[in-house]
């Protein structure tokens, strides 16, 4: 069974329609790439997915079981199983908390593990994503955009998910940060991680990506 199953999507703004009629299947260690031009619901239909904004039309199962039609407080269980990295780390990132308190509050919020077993698995994400453990003591505010994108991903990875949705993952970084960040991607992919990841850039999207949705 396939871990994602999207039928028929859609979403409405007003009186016009962002998208409709959207159908797909993601399976494990799969990648999407979502593709369009701006304004063509790529996000939306991303936070569609996670269960940030209600569908008009259709549903998202995980798992072959509900999720769109849930309330937040009946998601919550299964939040787990499907984790996001958002376009701008450092918007999305809490600006007055350490990477220790970033990377830990998944934990914590889940009730998993003790003060010094959550520890452990930071230390352990940070190594896993290439974050210097040194920097963790610090605060958003003092990383580059490369160690903010990392610190992004080893929050969405903290819960062990089945699917990660990525929104423009490599647009802020530069060619050589971009690249490290994509290899670490594949190690995942090839790990049994599915990925959702929403790009304007052809080339990641060719050497991540097994599918192309067109928006």
Do not use: Y
Not at 24 to 29: D, M, R, S, T, Y
Not at 64 to 78: F, I, N, Y
Not at 108 to 131: C, L, N, P, S, Y
């Amino acid at each position: 069974m396939s871990l994602l199953q999207v039928h028929e999507l859609g979403v409405q703004r007003k009186d016009r329609w962002v998208f409709r009629n959207l159908s797909f299947e993601l399976a494990g260690g799969e990648a999407l790439a979502i593709t369009g031009p701006s304004g063509a619901g790529k996000t939306t239909l991303l936070w569609t997915i996670l269960g940030l904004l209600e569908p008009n039309e259709g549903e998202v199962r995980l798992q072959g079981e509900p999720w769109s039609v849930l309330t937040e407080a009946q998601r919550r269980p299964r939040r787990n199983l499907i984790q996001a990295m958002f376009q701008d780390p450092l918007a999305s990132l809490p600006p007055h908390r350490t990477g220790w308190e970033i990377l830990e509050e998944p934990l914590v919020i889940h009730q998993q593990g003790d003060g010094a077993t959550r520890k452990e698995a930071v230390r352990a994400m940070a190594a896993r994503v290439k974050f210097p453990e040194a920097c963790l003591a610090q605060r958003p505010a003092q990383w580059s955009g490369g160690l903010a994108q990392r610190l992004s991903l080893a929050r969405a990875l903290m819960l062990h998910p089945k699917i990660v949705a990525l929104d423009e993952p490599l647009s802020a970084l530069d060619p050589t940060l971009a690249s490290h960040l994509l290899e670490l991607l594949l190690e995942l992919k090839a790990e049994g991680l599915a990925l959702l990841m929403v790009t304007h850039n052809p080339k990641a999207a060719t050497r991540l990506c097994d599918r192309t949705l067109q928006l």
